[in-house]
């Protein structure tokens, strides 16, 4: 009976490897720290940033830019957006078209978030006032969930319409407009509006550093192995 006996394997490979997976995890951590530096120059701009530009159709805006729009509220059409989660608690932002003008794609204002009651929201609460107004506050966006399942806005004609995280799009096809390509989020000063408590990112400078530490630590451990591994070789032999 024969015995078939592999080929060990080169003593070399388990270095290669390793020094593979270092540079791997040094790569990681320090795009960690970019991402980190990133969301931390953005927090100063955001925090910084006092003087509200005048926002006309067609105009280049970045992201949390101070804007002030004047317009005509369409209170008769707004949406209530369900399932958004502040301090732990379920609640709605409320979304209100303002009109710039009637050749102009509509520009959605998020006027805050409202706390969900057992008995729905009272239509007196979303009510404004007439006419032309100016608004103040930050170009953003909608908020974008993981994974929904279903229409994000139902089909009835009825309003307010409640929706689910809906994209630019679905909310375009219920108003019959087009839209502006940001959210204008209401300045907390602002008259008309509910909670607001606009930040860049839940997800902060502070945790990108976090994990960048851990790919570095893991980096470390692994470069250390290494070393010992081939000393530990080196002296058998």
Known sequence: MNEKSGKPLPTWLPLVVGTFLVIQFAALGAWQVSRGLEKRATQQIFQAESVYTPWHDGMDVRSFQNLSATGTFDA?????LDNIIINSRYGHYVLTPLEIAKDQPLLLVNRGWIEKDANGIDPGRLALPAGKVT??????SLPKAGYKMGDAIPTSDAWPKHAVY???E???AAL??????????????????FLRH??????????????????FAMGAV???LLVWNYRKKRFDS
């Open 76 to 80: 008769d059409r707004q949406l209530v």
């Open 135 to 140: 608004v103040r506050g930050r170009a953003g």
């Open 166 to 168: 809906p994209s630019s």
């Open 170 to 172: 679905e909310v375009s």
């Open 176 to 193: 019959g407009r087009e839209l502006q390509p940001f959210v204008l989020l209401m300045d907390h000063n602002e008259e008309g509006g």
């Open 198 to 215: 606009w930040v860049p990112s839940e997800f902060g400078p502070g945790k990108h550093f976090g994990y960048a530490l851990q790919w």
């Open 222 to 224: 692994l470069c250390g």
